[in-house]
């Protein structure tokens, strides 16, 4: 572990400094807009419980959700930094507000009332006696606030926010136990960091100033940190899905772009199909890669079909009209798989999904929770193969599928058939023997500004046309997933390989 983080000093910081930005900047215009509410607020309690709760109901809406919400909001939405402080402002507030309510509120009446007769108007009464001994109250509110901020910006990776929750988010995509705890530890540390600094300051002798002086050098490093990540140039927005395919193949489009001259922003591990599509559809993303059969069935909500010509066809059209373009197909078809251990698929007789029935009633079924929604997932399955599972299926992360299979808490997981754990665990992979899923050929897919804003760059991706194999694609898949090595190298090495010249073919020799 030690010389892993040694290697990934560099990023870890650069992370790190992602993380505090992101908390530092919600957590001071949360105090900005919540401590003059709260003040207001405490002249009229009347208005104050439905404002209080209100921002109570904000926070047990999930995370996740909250920053899904927001991706197509005008202004405040969208894929980012930008996005998270709005999520995290949101959630921060509540203890803000209601602390500066409460420390107002519970000041003595009988020192306001001491202030008003000694001639103070409204404002110096607020400034000079309220203020002053509702501060520790405040404080209070803000050390929350701050804590749970460095918490859910964890989450923020999740919208491509950067942060410390990449790290968790790949470490958990690639099964990587590693990447996880170089994410997670370094979160809780500064959570308890913010949390001591902060009750530091509350238990001041002169709490004003300490305030006054941790929110001068908080705002002068969110402005440092906003100003150094600004690129001279605007950079083309590479998005991917949260799974390791998509990581690699994000890196290597990345990759095949800095090569050509273009500065890159990479916004990678988004959430789903949903996040990625609403990015490019939004502009807040110029390119990411999708499957065809996906496309189709999730995005377009048309009927699987299961012609790969006619299929590339039809999501062509129904993106045009979208004003979202559809690149060449890179040369890999990476349709869904059932796969299972092989001792287990053996002792059950299992070759085919059209085996499974037999077995229906006592089958564990691992899967993600966007298979149990789309048309072409597991309802359309059971139809096609004719029965019905005896045990509700297990909905998990894409990374932790193949972890639990391995455990033995699950019989079957519904993959992908350029897997790399697929070949690191020896899975078996059921046939497809009635031809249920529609192709799912890899295709770049551009966002409706990104021609207009980066010209040549739909030809720099071009030249990925029909240059990664399934084989390709499966070998970067179990290098980092199975060798746990870092995606970005994994590309570049891909990228390395298509650049190498081909050997001459060899001439026969003269007899």
């Known amino acids: 572990m030690t010389s892993f983080l040694a290697e990934r000093a560099d990023e870890l910081l650069a992370l790190t400094g992602q993380h505090v930005v992101l908390v530092v900047t919600a ?120 804590v749970i901020s460095v918490g859910t910006a964890t989450i923020a990776a999740a919208i491509g926010a950067g942060g410390l929750g990449t790290y968790v988010f790949r470490g958990i995509a690639t099964v990587d136990t590693r990447l996880i705890l170089a994410g997670a530890v370094p979160a809780a540390l500064l959570a308890l960091a913010t949390d001591a600094l902060l009750a530091a300051v509350e238990k001041s002798r002169r709490p004003a100033r300490a305030t006054a002086l941790l929110a001068a050098g908080a705002l002068a490093a969110a402005a440092l940190g906003l100003v150094s990540a600004g690129p001279a140039r605007a950079p083309v927005v590479v998005a991917s899905k949260n799974f390791t395919e998509q990581v690699v ?80 197909p890179l040369g890999f078809n990476n349709t869904f798989a059932l796969a299972m251990l092989e001792p287990v698929a053996g002792r059950l007789g299992v070759r085919r999904i059209s085996d499974l029935p037999p077995h229906a009633t006592t089958l564990r079924v691992g899967l993600f929770g966007e298979f149990l929604e789309r048309p072409d997932g597991l309802r359309g399955l059971l139809q096609a193969y004719g029965f019905q599972l005896g045990v509700r299926p297990r909905e998990m992360d894409l990374g932790l599928l193949y972890q639990a299979l391995a455990a033995g808490q699950v019989d079957l997981v519904v993959g992908s058939a350029t897997d790399g754990l697929i070949s690191a665990l020896g899975l ?28 040549g760059l739909v030809e720099a991706v071009g030249a990925l046309g029909g240059r990664i194999g399934e084989e390709d694609m499966r070998a970067m898949n179990h290098a980092v997933d199975g060798e746990h090595r870092s995606a970005r190298e994994v590309a570049r090495e891909f990228l390395r390989r298509l650049d190498a010249p081909s050997p001459p073919p060899e001439t026969p020799s003269s007899p």
């Open 27 to 146: 957590t001071a215009i949360a105090t900005a807009a919540g401590v003059p509410l709260g003040v207001a607020l405490s002249r009229s309690p009347r208005v104050a419980r439905p404002v209080l709760a209100a921002a109570g109901l904000l926070q047990t809406v999930p995370s996740l959700a909250l920053f899904g919400f927001l991706i197509p909001v005008p202004f405040v939405g969208g894929i980012g930094a930008r996005t998270a402080v709005v999520a995290l402002v949101l959630y921060a507030l509540l203890p803000i507000l209601r602390n500066t309510y409460t420390g107002i509120r519970q000041v003595d009446p009988g020192v306001v009332e001491a202030a008003t007769g000694m001639g103070m108007t409204g404002g110096q009464r607020l400034r000079l006696v309220e203020m002053p001994l509702a501060l520790p109250v405040i404080l209070a509110g803000v050390r929350i606030a701050a």
């Open 249 to 328: 193949l994000g890196e290597v489009l990345a990759g095949l772009l800095e090569r050509r001259g273009f500065a890159v922003d990479r916004r990678l591990n988004l959430g789903g199909t949903a996040l990625c599509h609403e990015a490019v559809l939004s502009d807040r993303a110029d390119v990411y890669v999708e499957y065809t059969g996906t496309a189709l069935t999730d995005v377009l909500k048309l009927p699987v079909a299961s012609d790969p010509g006619a299929v590339l066809r039809m999501v062509r059209d129904g993106y045009r009209g979208l004003g979202l373009h559809v690149g060449e």
């Open 428 to 455: 078996r992979v059921l046939e497809d023997d009635r031809g249920y899923f529609p192709p799912y050929e890899a295709v770049p897919v551009f966002g409706r500004g990104a021609r207009r804003r980066h010209p």
